[in-house]
């Protein structure tokens, strides 16, 4: 199987292609400007592994959270891809992706998080399989102990070191990953090709619907959206 997996929920731009191992990969950071950037960046990728999009027997996006703007770029590639080619598409959350190239030491668990502005982030807890241990949140910076474990965790995200400064204080077990703050799609890519072995193609035929945590902005004068200033 190869499966073509992408981002551009948060402040990151990826696209990697998998089948039995990876085949081809970029990753950068951006904050703004995925819509004309992710289609070239993707005729990249499959220019370098010598694949057309008739190759292709599945797709993975992110679903958020993340800006509107970035899921809106995603899921509507995934979506036209995907109807074009008759192809699956598993979605997948960036707090999943953050966590999923984390190695933890014995008894830690991972703490997601994503710096949501206005004192806010975005936060979500995992066993070290991956298994969610909450639901994925958007809470209020200072009531993050409030849903963190008890057991010793590690930390990663834009939002890890802020949640690090608030556990010294509370002189809880926490230490930041030694992993990308950012959504990468080999780690998208992973995380799909499991979906697709355990569940099959048949289960991801319906385009994932975007996980919104927050209600969007209003415009600002002049219709401009505010996920690009």
Not at 41 to 59: R, S, T, W
Not at 97 to 116: H, K, L, Q
């Amino acid at each position: 199987m190869i499966l073509l997996a992408f981002d551009t929920a948060q402040g990151a731009l990826s696209v990697a292609l998998h089948g039995d191992k990876p085949m081809a990969h970029r990753h950068e950071l951006r904050h703004r400007g995925h819509a004309e950037a992710l289609m070239p960046m993707i005729a990249e990728v499959l220019e370098e592994a010598k694949i057309g999009y008739e190759d292709l027997d599945a797709l993975a996006v992110t679903i958020g959270p993340g800006t509107f703007t970035g899921l809106r770029v995603g899921l509507s590639a995934a979506r036209g891809i995907a109807l074009a080619r008759s192809l699956p598409i598993v979605g997948v959350t960036t707090l999943e992706a953050i966590a999923e190239p984390v190695i933890c030491d014995e008894g830690e668990r991972i703490v997601s998080a994503f710096d949501a502005r206005r004192g806010e982030i975005y936060l979500q807890v995992f066993a070290t399989d991956l298994k969610p241990l909450s639901p994925p949140l958007l809470i209020p910076l200072e009531e993050a102990q409030l849903h963190l474990p008890k057991e010793k965790m590690v930390g990663v995200g834009t939002a890890a070191a802020l949640i690090d400064d608030l556990m010294r204080d509370h002189h809880r077990a926490f230490r930041l990953a030694d992993a990308l703050p950012q959504p990468d799609a080999l780690a998208i890519a992973r995380i799909a090709l499991a979906r697709l072995k355990d569940q099959g193609a048949h289960a991801f035929r319906e385009a994932p619907a975007p996980l919104y945590l927050r209600a969007p902005d209003a415009r600002l004068p002049g219709g401009i959206d505010p996920d690009e200033v």
